[in-house]
């Protein structure tokens, strides 16, 4: 089972940030939280991943709480293409025998 | 150039049929999945290889024979094929190294129809 809970849906204006939010609050001190998305028909997509510190890369940003319990995948300025299903994983196990456990995600659709 | 490449890209077949769906990386990856994405789109984790050996085997039938003759490849061989195979199969490749934190690079899917 996912270890992440997620909104099933959200809809964002585009050139808006939209803010996708992820509840992990089982999760352990060494268990790092990924965000992949899947654009519809194509395969998932790495966007970013993080332990305790925020995270920017040039596709979006990462805010991870004190606790680690939820974070939030912040995209600055949505453009029509990030219409996708945006998932929050926390990748169980270790070394390689890691896993990415995908939950329902969230859909997000970004609106003109 | 196509860093995780699957084929064929679709797949229609009859039910008891025995087929194989490919997947090659250009990564020089050493890690390599079989993911299954059914119809209500829940994606989960079949098998894994690291340097050509199994080290994740989810519960899935033994109809299902991942084979993976070298690192970059890793091909998956399905037997007596039933109605419920149905779905979009995901092949993906990671960097075992610790510094790249098993940031897995997915192929474009195989959607298997089985009539």
């Known amino acids: 089972d996912a270890k992440t809970t997620q909104p099933p849906s959200m809809d964002c204006a585009e050139g808006r940030a939209a803010n996708l939010p992820c509840n992990h609050s089982t999760i352990s001190g060494n268990e790092y939280v990924y965000w992949y998305r899947q654009i519809h028909s194509q395969g998932p997509q790495y966007i970013i991943h993080g332990l305790k510190n925020n995270e920017t890369n040039e596709m979006a940003s990462l805010i991870i709480t004190e606790d680690r319990k939820s974070s939030t995948l912040i995209l600055p300025h949505a453009t029509l293409r990030d219409t996708a299903v945006y998932y929050c994983?926390?990748?169980?196990?270790?070394?390689?025998?890691?896993?990415?456990?995908f939950g329902q995600g969230t859909t997000l659709q970004v609106k003109p | 150039d196509t860093a995780v490449s699957q084929t064929p890209k679709y797949l229609v077949t009859q039910m008891g049929n025995d087929k194989s769906i490919k997947c090659e990386q250009n990564l020089g990856h050493d890690t390599m999945y079989w993911y299954k994405q059914d119809s209500k789109k829940f994606l989960k984790i079949m098998f894994s290889y690291n340097n050509k050996e199994l080290i994740i085997n989810e519960t899935v039938p033994n109809r299902f024979s991942p084979k993976s003759p070298d690192k970059a490849h890793l091909n998956l061989h399905i037997n007596s094929l039933e109605l419920g195979d149905s779905a979009v199969y995901f092949c993906?490749?990671?960097?075992?190294?610790?510094?790249?934190?098993?940031?897995?690079?997915f192929g474009a899917g195989t959607r298997l129809s089985v009539l």
């Open positions: 994983i926390v990748r169980v196990g270790p070394g390689n025998t890691g896993k990415l456990i």
């Open positions: 993906a490749s990671s960097l075992s190294d610790r510094a790249a934190k098993n940031i897995q690079y």
